[in-house]
């Protein structure tokens, strides 16, 4: 079964006969993780064919569901009510699917991937229009949600964000500012001083990011993050002001490295900061514009990538 995009699918079969004869029915090219359970030890049937056909078995299934990092959905074949209990408790983020044949699981699953294959083309048609919209703007000829959705994202997995989260910041990094389409270049541009009028037109892109993300019913979970993407720690950003962590945190992350990637980026107008100064800013503004724990896993991040070989 076609499972590229590794989403994590987990079945659950008990380790006995019925495990057993479960597992008779596999043609052998699913990529689906089988996990061995109950009160089954490494000796009962199911266990022992699992074993003969190479299919990793987790005899601890409390173990194996508090380490697994990614989870999509787990399909309890074995029909016992206390395993989907115990893993909302656990895992309350994890789809659980409960009490059908494996034969339905296989279809089950081949048909949410197709429904999600749709749904991912869908969305890098819109994506591909709408970046190819703003490169063809001189403001983002740098690659600047690209870079933005980089490390955001890093941060993101730094911080333990769960997988549909970072799928957020993917999405909302590359559209955060494609409110900006609709300003014009001599605004977007401009080498000197805005006026307030023209500040007063900048601050309205959140909202026309989101606007536009808005008509793409199937972005919907993005939308937070690219419309408070310009609030601040402390309240005093837009377009609402928000505050400390009433403020999204994925709207957090995307605030750090955009200002991150705004002051690395060439401008010609502007001397270009050092790495040093560039780091040393948004520490300075660690609880004022931006959260501090953000910050925190942010400067790692940074002298990771950019000292290491000074710390060595
Ligand atoms: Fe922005
Ligand atoms: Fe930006």
């Not at 074995?78 to 044949?101: A, C, F, V, W």
């Not at 083309?121 to 600047?144: P, Q």
């Amino acid at each position: 079964m076609a499972n590229g995009n590794s989403r994590e699918y987990v079945v659950i079969i008990g380790g006995g006969r019925r495990g057993a004869a479960i597992l008779e029915t596999l043609k052998g090219d699913e990529e689906v993780k089988i996990v061995g359970v109950l009160d089954v030890n490494e000796d009962t049937p199911g266990i022992k064919l699992a074993k003969r056909l190479n299919i990793p078995t987790d005899v601890d299934f409390v173990g194996f569901i508090k380490k697994r990092k990614r989870i999509d959905v787990v399909f309890n074949a074995t029909g016992e009510r206390y395993i989907d209990e115990k893993i909302k408790q656990l895992r309350p983020e994890i789809e659980i699917i409960s009490g059908l044949s494996l034969k339905l699981v296989w279809g089950l699953i081949a048909e949410r991937e197709k429904a999600i294959a749709l749904q991912r083309d869908l969305y890098r048609n819109t994506i591909g229009i709408l970046t190819s919209k703003m490169e063809s703007k001189n403001v983002w000829a740098h690659g600047h949600p690209e870079k933005v959705t980089e490390y955001a994202t890093l941060t993101g997995q730094r911080m333990g964000l769960l997988p549909k989260e970072l799928e957020i910041i993917k999405c909302a990094g590359i559209l955060h500012d494609v409110g900006k389409l609709g300003i014009n270049d001599e605004i977007l541009l401009k080498t000197e001083r805005l006026t307030q009028e023209e500040y007063q037109i900048i601050k309205e892109h959140p909202v026309e990011s989101e606007s536009i993300v808005k008509s793409m019913e199937f972005l919907y979970t993005v939308l937070a993050a690219i419309r408070h993407h310009h609030e601040r720690y402390d309240g005093m950003g837009y377009p609402d002001g928000l505050k400390g962590e009433g403020v999204p945190l994925i709207a957090r992350i995307l605030a750090v490295a955009d200002s991150f990637c705004a002051m690395t980026s060439h401008r010609p107008y502007c001397r270009e900061k050092t790495m040093d100064e560039v780091l040393e800013e948004i520490k300075r503004c660690s609880g004022t514009q931006f959260d501090p724990e953000v910050v925190k896993v942010f400067e790692n991040i940074i002298k990771e990538r950019f000292f290491e070989s000074d710390i060595k």
